[in-house]
């Protein structure tokens, strides 16, 4: 008997978390609410942190460079450069006699002429994952890891998206690809950066950016790059949602597995869908030429990392003109073991004509979740 009471405060526990969960899927149909949750534009961890001010986050005077970008639907994008750290050693005198105030023109600042006027320069273009802004926790990190590396020609620059930190407007699949494309044109036509320089970088809700902005300059303008980097990457929105749990803790539609229709249906909900498998296999399909390389924790629990397995085989299948199997593709990849560290597929296809390549590279690492894995690469 003494433990009734128990049972009974179980019960009631358990019938509120139903109720509050039952509520919460019921907002998400509204559309403003469903993509705050999906975006989390709006959620910030690192307030004591001004993204204007980079070197609160760790950086050397003005080794970060924040800007402007316009979009062509009249949005404006906070980004930053950062300057590769053997390159400020250089010309670091240079660099602290400069003011630090934003309102300078990007165009008549050091940093930026060190990039568009070496004809050597290199320039990663990195799309960060939903919530917080480019100055949010480990992604300042990331941002140093490549430009501390031992080259002197590694630029790196990102954007926060409408919405996002100090950019204007609100998040939509599409405003968030005209963002990526309003980047990457700013690299083409500002800095003047050809496009065999640049690699684009997507990490988590940024993976679907990259690929999207991708799939657009390869089929509308014929644009390839020197690569595409997949960072906890996922196939679909409807899809990562039915397992997805926001920091790993707050499921969205998996306690539903029980109820297959109700997930689907809410599923289908969805506004933003975010199709990266199809992109991704566009992309492949239609380029001469790719440098394709997927990066997963298997330790991740926010995307498993058999998200990263389905592009894998996806786009291994664009490279045919007939498609292949599970089975063909396993029987030709090349697979490598890391020991206990994980392991990597490669899958490499001729083009069109003989020069051409299309080359899909997957690392799935035992560790790193969705944040220390980008570190790795």
Known sequence: MALAPIFKKA???????????????????????????IYAHKLHTAWWQDPKRPEQCGYLKNQVRPFNISTLDGETLFAWHVLPLALYAKHENLLLDEPTDFSVDIADTAAFKL?????????????????????????????????????????????????????????????????????????????????ERILILGQSLGTAVATAVVEHFTIQRGVEFAGLILVAAFSDLPTVTMTYAIGGVIPLLSPLRPYPSLQKFLARRILDTWETSTRLANVVRKSRNIDLTLI??????????????????????????????????????????????????????AGKRNEDTKKIRQEILASGGKYMVLLSF
């Open 11 to 37: 019960y009631w526990s358990l019938a509120a978390a139903g109720g509050l969960y039952f509520v919460f899927l019921t907002l998400l149909l509204n559309e403003s609410i469903q993509r705050h949750v």
């Open 296 to 349: 997963h924790a298997r330790n991740d629990f926010d995307i498993s990392w058999k998200h990263s397995d389905s592009l894998f085989y996806s786009a291994a299948n664009a490279t045919s003109e007939h498609g292949l199997s599970f089975k063909q593709i396993d029987g030709v990849k090349t697979y490598q073991s890391l020991g206990d560290a994980g392991w990597v597929n490669t899958w490499t296809a």
């Open 115 to 195: 990039l568009s006027r070496d004809p050597e320069s290199r320039l990663v273009i990195n799309f960060h994952g939903n919530a917080g802004t480019v100055a949010q926790g480990w992604r300042t990190d990331t941002y140093r890891a490549i430009a501390s590396g031992a080259s002197d020609k590694i630029h790196v620059v990102t954007v926060d998206y409408r919405g996002f930190g100090y950019s204007t407007g609100s998040p939509t699949e599409a405003g968030l690809i005209t963002d990526g494309v309003a980047a990457v044109d700013w690299a083409l036509r500002v800095a003047k950066i050809p496009p």
